[in-house]
């Protein structure tokens, strides 16, 4: 005999990534070399001065916390990433083409090669789910890349 099924089954929870040299402050120095190719970037570099200008602070610290919610699991970052980007009006999809290219070569450069293959493995996924949300369906993607952290 079978209980009814009254929840769909969902996937088991991420573990965090235990590994010695993965702590704040890497992810800290990983997130600051990944913006300052960001800014460098011709087509992203001025998307991001529009919205953050020169100060810099505490977009870093933010997206320091994103990445250690991401990889170490510890709850530091509480916000919400899919209304930010839907108010990004002159992002297109291709550019998370760019996005992508430049986190992937900066995690390859920083990170051994085991590490770097986690890092994008979520940043491409969290990547879907924010097209998903900015390009096709804001409903149904909000709670997916919620529940990325
Ligand atoms: C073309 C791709 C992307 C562009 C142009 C972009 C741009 C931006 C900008 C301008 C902000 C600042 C928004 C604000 O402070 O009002 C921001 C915030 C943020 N981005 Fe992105 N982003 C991109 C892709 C991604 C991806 C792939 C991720 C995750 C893997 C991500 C994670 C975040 C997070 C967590 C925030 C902070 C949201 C908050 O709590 O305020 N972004 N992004």
Known sequence: MHEPLTQKPRPAPEQPLEHPAVNRT???K???EFYRRVRADDRLGPIFKGVI???WDPHLEKMTDFWCAVILKNGAYSGR???AHLKLKQVREEDFEIWLGIFGQ???DLCEPLVADVFIERAERIARSLKLAM???PSAAGAAAKEET
């Open 53 to 55: 200008g020169d100060d």
């Open 81 to 83: 990433p899919v209304p």
């Open 30 to 32: 990983l997130v600051r």
């Open 135 to 137: 390009f096709f369906c």
């Open 26 to 28: 890497f992810i800290g």
């Open 106 to 108: 900066t995690a390859a």
